[in-house]
């Protein structure tokens, strides 16, 4: 698969305000629902990530989905409901206990990966007997998949392996592939949702997400996370991901020295003195709490946001990442930062994005 389709499609694009009434919201999405229903393809804001949104009975706009995105077929895609409903329609049999789980972490950042209704097609689930849902809580995710009829089948609307898009400028690279994009702004948590697997004895944590650990394991003391078979059970993990072009380099953070930012701060910096030449130059990918200290050394630096507010950082990554690319910096030294709450799954990405 290229990454490209071939189509130049005239994209109709729709600037909405969430904070708009239901009814509202639910007009301005009217003409987009029933393209949607009918094949058309949407870029649609959701509390997480921007998503490119299908309608899941119809193969070969799931197919389009595939081939714009670059994705492998053997990479499912997650399905979106619109109310607690919706996940009867979509998964064999809906243990009580997942009942109560809907219902904790519902409508929100949470994804569940379950044995899925015959009624799903394997083209979503690249050929799995299981099926991620979620139910976001973003407004206008809400009114256009109520208004669809059909759950929305979406990846986030990166193309694969590149970081997901998380603000309104973003979503101009999919301008011509789409027939449909919504823009609402910057997104609140900037991160793709907790995905948890209830398909064995225990359940198990795909992907680390908005919902923390913390947060999990308080409701779920028995979750499982990160063994050998992980990647075999959330295909997506297994590949590149979140990666610019640029080659990152990451300087974790001491263990016992949280707060000791000045040591990470000189192990940068030295760093940065091996790697910058003038035709390759390095751009530093840092925090509030450290950026003067570059500065005053002249080097350049970008801010993913502030450690004292987590949240703004996994607001930003994303987009810092794609700016050390729009810049033109062929290399990044990302500062690590602490791993509890949202900063496990700011760690998870970041690290990825090294890999990559
Ligand atoms: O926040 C999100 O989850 C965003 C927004 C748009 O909802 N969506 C998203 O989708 O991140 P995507 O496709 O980029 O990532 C979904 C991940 C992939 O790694 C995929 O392999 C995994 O979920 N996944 C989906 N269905 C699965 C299944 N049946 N079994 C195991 N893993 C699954
Ligand atoms: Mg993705």
């Known amino acids: 698969m290229t990454g490209q389709s071939n189509r130049v499609i005239p994209t109709q694009k729709l600037t909405l305000d969430e904070r708009g009434s239901a009814l509202s919201l639910s007009e301005a999405l009217k003409p987009v629902a029933s393209g949607v229903a009918n094949g058309d393809l949407v870029v649609f804001p959701t509390e997480t990530v921007y998503g490119l949104g299908v309608n899941p009975y119809i193969q070969a ?14 990479n499912p895609l997650i399905l979106h409901i619109a109310s607690m409903d919706g996940l009867s329609e979509l998964v064999d049999v809906v243990r009580d206990e997942w009942w109560d789980l809907a219902h904790r972490f519902w409508p929100g950042p949470m994804t569940f990966v379950c044995p899925k209704a015959s009624r799903v097609p394997l083209w979503v689930t690249g050929g799995r007997d299981t099926v991620g849902v979620r139910f976001p809580s973003h407004p206008v995710a809400q009114a256009l998949i109520s208004r669809c009829g059909v759950p929305l089948a979406a990846p986030s609307a990166n193309r694969s392996g590149k970081p997901s898009l998380t603000r309104g400028a973003h979503l101009e690279e999919l301008d011509g592939d789409v027939e449909w994009i919504l823009d609402c702004g910057e997104l609140d948590f900037g991160l793709e949702s907790t995905i948890i697997a209830l ?38 993990m297994k590949y590149r991901h979140y990666a610019p072009q640029a080659k990152l380099f990451l300087e974790e953070q001491e263990e016992g020295l949280q707060s000791d930012l000045l040591g990470l701060v000189k192990r940068i910096i030295a760093r940065f003195e091996q790697l910058d030449c003038p035709d390759k130059p390095v751009v530093v990918i840092c925090t509030d709490e450290t950026q003067r200290m570059y500065l005053s050394q002249g080097i350049t630096c970008i801010s993913m946001g502030s450690r004292s507010n987590p949240l703004s950082i996994a607001r930003k990554l994303f987009h810092v990442l794609r700016l050390v690319d729009e810049l033109g910096y062929p290399f990044g030294i990302v500062e690590g930062v602490e791993e509890s709450g949202i900063g496990f799954a700011i760690m998870n990405r970041i690290r990825k994005a090294v890999d990559g």
């Open 61 to 74: 706009s799931v197919e389009r989905v595939y081939t714009i995105k670059g994705r492998p077929c053997d």
């Open 199 to 236: 398909t064995g004895d225990h359940p198990r944590l795909l992907r680390p997400g908005p919902v923390t650990l913390e947060q999990l394991y308080q409701i779920i003391p028995d979750l499982e996370i990160g063994s050998a078979s992980q990647e075999a059970l959330a295909p997506g």
